[in-house]
C-alpha cells in the first residue's frame, strides 16, 4: 500500500513537471522573433564576405558594401545601435539553409527573389533590381548563342547557375562556390564567360580592364530583397515597413552613393539599381 502512495505521488510529481515544462516550451513558441532579438542584444545577418561592392571583407577585416550598409541601419532601428550586429558570411547555396537552421535572422546577400526560393523563406520589400548579365574577355561573347558548347562560369545555387541549367543544357557550365574562385577562374582563362548579376559584373569589369560585360541583361528583370525564415511574420512586417521608410526617406539613395557610386561612376543611371 505505501509502495502505491509512493508511486502515485512520485507519478503526479513527474505529471506536474512535463506541464510545467511544457507550458514552459509554449511560451517560448510564443515569443516573436523579434522579442527574441531585442532580448539578444544582437541582429543576426547573412551577408557575402567576397562580392565587393556588395558584401566584403575590408582589409582590417571589417564588412562593408551596399547590403551591409542597409544592414547597420536595420540594426540601428531595432536596437538602437548599428554595431548590435553580427555579419555571417554566407555561399550563394547556403542562403536558404542559414534561414531554415536560424543561424540568422535575415539574410541580406544579394538575394534575388524568384518563385522557387518563396516557397521556402520569406522575402521583404525589395529594395534593388537586378537582371543577369555576362563578361567575358574583350568582350568576345556578345549573345547566348555564341556560348554553345564552350564553358560559362556560375555560382553554384545563383539565379545564373538556375537559368542557364534550365534554358541552356548544352552550355556546359563551371561551377562554383566561392566568387573570389568564380572570378578568378576567369582571370585564369578557364573559361570564355562568367554569368552572374549584371550589378555585379558592371562594378567588377570597371576593376578589371580588358574584361567587358557585353550581355548586359538577360532572361527576366528580378529585385533583391531582404530574406526572413519562412512563417516569421513579425520580422517580416517589420522589415516591410522598415525598407519602405528607408526607401521614403532617401535612405538607399545614400547608401548607393557611399558605396555603390564611387565604383559604378556616371556609366550607371541609379533608377536602375534601386528603389526610390
Same mark, same amino acid.
Given at each position: ?33 523579434i522579442a527574441k532579438i531585442k532580448e539578444r ?8 564576405? %567576397?562580392?565587393?561592392?556588395? =558584401? ?54 544579394n538575394f534575388t527573389k524568384t518563385k522557387e ?27 547566348? %548563342? ?84 519562412? =512563417? %516569421?511574420? %513579425? ?31 556616371t556609366d550607371i543611371n541609379p533608377a536602375s539599381?534601386?528603389?526610390?
Amino acid at each position: 500500500m505505501k509502495f502505491y502512495k509512493a508511486f502515485s505521488v512520485f507519478g503526479l510529481m513527474l505529471a506536474a513537471a512535463l506541464l510545467i515544462n511544457a507550458c514552459s516550451n509554449s511560451s517560448e513558441k510564443e515569443k516573436d522573433s523579434i522579442a527574441k532579438i531585442k532580448e539578444r542584444g544582437v541582429l543576426r545577418v547573412g551577408v557575402f564576405s %567576397d562580392k565587393p561592392p556588395f =558584401g566584403f571583407v575590408n582589409t582590417q577585416g571589417q564588412y562593408e558594401g551596399f547590403d551591409v550598409y542597409i544592414a547597420k541601419r536595420l540594426a540601428k532601428d531595432l536596437l538602437g545601435d548599428e554595431k548590435k550586429i553580427e555579419f555571417i558570411p554566407v555561399e550563394a547555396a547556403a542562403r536558404v539553409e542559414f534561414l531554415k537552421s536560424g543561424k540568422v535572422d535575415i539574410i541580406m546577400a544579394n538575394f534575388t527573389k524568384t518563385k522557387e526560393r518563396e516557397e521556402v523563406v520569406d522575402f521583404a520589400t525589395p529594395y534593388m533590381k537586378v537582371a543577369l548579365g555576362v563578361v567575358s574577355k574583350n568582350g568576345k561573347i556578345k549573345n547566348v %548563342d555564341e556560348l554553345k558548347g564552350k564553358q560559362l562560369i556560375v555560382n553554384k545555387g545563383t539565379t545564373a547557375d538556375f537559368y542557364f541549367s534550365k534554358n541552356y543544357p548544352e552550355i556546359n557550365l563551371l561551377k562554383y562556390d566561392q566568387n573570389t574562385e568564380a572570378f578568378l577562374a576567369l582571370k585564369n582563362g578557364r573559361a570564355n564567360a562568367l554569368a552572374h548579376d549584371n550589378t555585379l559584373l558592371f562594378a567588377w569589369a570597371k576593376e578589371n580592364p580588358g574584361f567587358v560585360v557585353s550581355i548586359s541583361s538577360l532572361g527576366d528583370q528580378d529585385v533583391i530583397a531582404p530574406a526572413v525564415k519562412k =512563417g %516569421d511574420k %513579425d520580422l517580416l512586417d517589420w522589415l516591410n515597413e522598415e525598407i519602405k521608410v528607408l526607401t521614403k526617406e532617401g535612405f538607399m539613395k545614400q547608401a548607393y552613393d557611399a558605396t555603390l557610386a564611387p565604383i559604378y561612376g556616371t556609366d550607371i543611371n541609379p533608377a536602375s539599381v534601386i528603389f526610390e
